[in-house]
């Protein structure tokens, strides 16, 4: 077996792209064509695969490094001799003496991360095409998909035999933004409910983004938006114009729950876990959820998919972005076990260290900006979620309690919630109940 260096090939214009992911390891067994590592520049992302089989023996880049053509990226141990066919290199780069070097040839993803606004082409939107088989992309195309919750079946490839490429699941996600299609699941719902399709509504019809020249205005600073941002963004401005929103506000009397929970920190101590109002929000959640189980839904189609778990989102605050890690089975859990793994979660998600399965299978989220400030807000609906609850800081405030002005610690909540599925005279029955249960939590028990 010969040892052989796989550099980055020719990659067009892109110079000094940043490694976001390393799909192999060292020990691996890989083919020819399959990927090695994601590249991505501020406006495209691209696979790079291996011309060859064999073993992976050493890798030479790591995740946020820059690379460029000729970078080297492993060293593989090769399959077979006929694996060596000499192929140009990939740049004029120096290779040790009994290395072979190997050009490979990179699967280019463009997914312009700007224009979501509508445009004529929409290359990769297959409108209501699906296919009975799995459909064929690569895992990172895949994981791209699921981050923006795409369906693949949906979309339609146009690499070769018909492989779904990152750029068609950005066009299907412009289509969508653009009005000009929906997903199966939406499509269904809107035949159901008027017996036409989107497009009888036509597309948003929307300008298009306003390009300025800031720099004739004064001095300015430009910034690459972080990965983390850029995608949360895509779903928060899909779920924005696809879901509609409506929020109820209301306020909870919490003062007999925050001084138990003071209480219950001051005995624990010494057990190192500080018990937050957020893991009572949690537990109060759950038991609304189970009274109005609507809330903790789906729409797939004509269908309401109603869940009998209770796996609960919670929007965390990070250096590179908002991040949903999720609780999983809280209504099997206790409130300390709750603010353990909470306190668990919201660190992983600042060290960006959170995997995907912890940020996966929510039914229901919240947004705590308790710890912050503010007094309501309107918190956007996290997909294929139906509502989400938004929480501010709660202050003292006067509450006639039928004689006289009392002081009450008051928490002001903002339940946002899918009209298509919910009613407001639901939601505002969930926020009273929500609101009654932190008030006395032994509701919780009934
Ligand atoms: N009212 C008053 N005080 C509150 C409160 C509330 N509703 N909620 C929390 N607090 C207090 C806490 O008791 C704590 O006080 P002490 O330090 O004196 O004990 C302090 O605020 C800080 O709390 P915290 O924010 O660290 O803890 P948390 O459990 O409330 O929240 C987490 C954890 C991860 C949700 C939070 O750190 C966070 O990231 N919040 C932001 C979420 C967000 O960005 N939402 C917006 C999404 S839409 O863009």
Same mark, same amino acid.
């Given at each position: 077996?010969?040892?052989?260096?796989?550099?980055?090939?020719?990659?067009?214009?892109?110079?000094?792209?940043?490694?976001?992911?390393?799909?192999?390891?060292?020990?691996?067994?890989?083919?020819?064509?399959?990927?090695?590592?994601?590249?991505?520049? %501020?406006?495209?992302?691209?696979?790079?695969?291996?011309?060859?089989? !064999?073993?992976?023996?050493?890798?030479?880049?790591?995740?946020?490094?820059?690379?460029?053509?000729?970078?080297?990226?492993?060293?593989?141990?090769?399959?077979?001799?006929?694996?060596?066919?000499?192929?140009?290199?990939?740049?004029?780069?120096?290779?040790?003496?009994?290395?072979?070097?190997?050009?490979?040839?990179?699967?280019?993803?463009?997914?312009?991360?700007? %224009?979501?606004?509508?445009?004529?082409?929409?290359?990769?939107?297959?409108?209501?095409?699906?296919?009975?088989?799995?459909?064929?992309?690569?895992?990172?195309?895949?994981?791209?998909?699921?981050?923006?919750?795409?369906?693949?079946?949906?979309?339609?490839?146009?690499?070769?035999?018909?492989?779904?490429?990152?750029? %068609?699941?950005?066009?299907?996600?412009?289509?969508?933004?653009?009005?000009?299609?929906?997903?199966?699941?939406?499509?269904?719902?809107?035949?159901?409910?008027?017996?036409?399709?989107?497009?009888?509504?036509?597309?948003?019809?929307?300008?298009?983004?306003?390009?300025? %020249?800031?720099?004739?205005?004064?001095?300015?600073?430009?910034?690459?938006?972080?990965?983390?941002?850029?995608?949360?963004?895509?779903?928060?401005?899909?779920?924005?114009?696809?879901?509609?929103?409506?929020?109820?506000?209301?306020?909870?009397?919490?003062?007999?729950?925050?001084?138990?929970?003071?209480?219950?920190?001051?005995?624990?101590?010494?057990?190192?876990?500080?018990?937050?109002?957020?893991?009572?929000?949690?537990?109060?959640?759950?038991?609304?959820?189970?009274?109005?189980?609507?809330?903790?839904?789906?729409?797939?189609?004509?269908?309401?998919?109603?869940?009998?778990?209770?796996?609960?989102?919670?929007?965390?605050?990070?250096?590179?972005?908002?991040?949903?890690?999720?609780?999983?089975?809280?209504?099997?859990?206790?409130?300390?076990?709750?603010?353990?793994?909470?306190?668990?979660?919201?660190?992983?998600?600042?060290?960006?260290?959170?995997?995907?399965?912890?940020?996966?299978?929510?039914?229901?989220?919240?947004?705590?900006?308790?710890?912050?400030?503010?007094?309501?807000?309107?918190?956007?609906?996290?997909?294929?979620?139906?509502?989400?609850? !938004?929480?501010?800081?709660?202050?003292?405030?006067?509450?006639?309690?039928?004689?006289?002005?009392?002081?009450?610690?008051?928490?002001?909540?903002?339940?946002?919630?899918?009209?298509?599925?919910?009613?407001?005279?639901?939601?505002?029955?969930?926020?009273?109940?929500?609101?009654?249960?932190?008030?006395?939590?032994?509701?919780?028990?009934?």
């Amino acid at each position: 077996m010969a040892t052989i260096e796989i550099k980055v090939p020719d990659i067009g214009d892109f110079a000094d792209v940043t490694v976001i992911e390393l799909m192999v390891k060292p020990g691996d067994a890989i083919k020819a064509e399959q990927s090695l590592i994601t590249v991505e520049s %501020d406006k495209a992302s691209m696979e790079i695969p291996s011309s060859h089989a !064999g073993l992976v023996k050493e890798i030479k880049v790591a995740l946020g490094d820059k690379v460029r053509e000729g970078s080297l990226v492993l060293l593989l141990e090769a399959e077979g001799s006929a694996a060596l066919a000499p192929t140009p290199p990939a740049a004029p780069t120096a290779s040790s003496e009994k290395s072979t070097n190997v050009p490979v040839a990179p699967v280019l993803q463009a997914h312009t991360a700007t %224009d979501l606004v509508a445009t004529p082409e929409l290359p990769g939107h297959a409108p209501g095409a699906m296919s009975a088989d799995l459909p064929h992309a690569s895992p990172s195309v895949r994981k791209f998909a699921r981050e923006l919750g795409v369906p693949l079946k949906e979309v339609r490839g146009s690499g070769p035999k018909g492989r779904i490429t990152a750029e %068609d699941v950005q066009g299907f996600t412009r289509a969508v933004m653009s009005g000009a299609t929906q997903t199966i699941a939406a499509q269904a719902q809107n035949k159901g409910a008027s017996g036409a399709t989107v497009s009888d509504g036509g597309g948003l019809g929307l300008l298009a983004w306003p390009q300025v %020249d800031f720099s004739k205005f004064g001095p300015i600073e430009r910034r690459d938006r972080p990965r983390i941002k850029k995608i949360s963004a895509a779903n928060l401005h899909r779920n924005w114009v696809m879901i509609p929103h409506v929020t109820n506000h209301d306020d909870a009397d919490i003062t007999d729950l925050e001084a138990f929970r003071v209480a219950t920190n001051k005995e624990n101590e010494k057990s190192g876990v500080k018990v937050t109002m957020l893991a009572f929000l949690i537990k109060a959640c759950v038991a609304a959820l189970k009274k109005f189980p609507d809330f903790n839904a789906s729409i797939d189609g004509d269908q309401l998919v109603l869940k009998q778990y209770y796996h609960m989102g919670f929007a965390a605050d990070t250096p590179n972005g908002l991040m949903v890690p999720v609780i999983r089975d809280a209504d099997q859990k206790g409130v300390l076990q709750i603010s353990r793994e909470m306190s668990e979660l919201a660190l992983k998600a600042r060290e960006g260290k959170l995997s995907p399965g912890e940020m996966s299978g929510a039914g229901f989220t919240i947004s705590s900006l308790g710890g912050i400030g503010g007094r309501y807000f309107t918190p956007i609906i996290n997909a294929p979620e139906v509502a989400i609850l !938004g929480v501010c800081k709660s202050r003292m405030e006067p509450v006639w309690d039928g004689k006289a002005f009392v002081p009450r610690l008051m928490l002001p909540l903002s339940l946002s919630w899918d009209h298509r599925v919910i009613d407001g005279a639901a939601a505002a029955r969930f926020n009273v109940y929500l609101a009654q249960i932190l008030g006395d939590f032994r509701r919780v028990l009934l």
